[in-house]
């Protein structure tokens, strides 16, 4: 997962429930401050981000 990330994120934590827009995510932190990745489904799209309100405006654009 540390590829996804353009510096090194640190150790990764364990992975755990949130949401996106009132949909269920799965995110997970790592040792950084601030670096984290969550991924979610809405409908047909999958949305990855390393930002959670990235994620949250990638949900708004496609209608959730």
């Known amino acids: 997962l540390a590829n996804l ?3 090194n994120p640190g150790e990764a934590s364990v992975f755990k429930n949130g ?3 009132g949909k269920l995510a799965r995110y997970i932190t ?7 990745l969550s991924y979610s489904w809405f409908g047909d ?3 990855v981000s390393t930002n959670y309100n990235g994620a949250k405006e990638a ?3 496609i209608g959730f």
Do not use: H, V
């Open 19 to 21: 949401e996106i827009n």
């Open 59 to 61: 949900a708004r654009r």
């Open 45 to 47: 799209f999958f949305i």
């Open 5 to 7: 990330f353009l510096t």
């Open 30 to 36: 790592f040792s950084k401050e601030g670096a984290a």
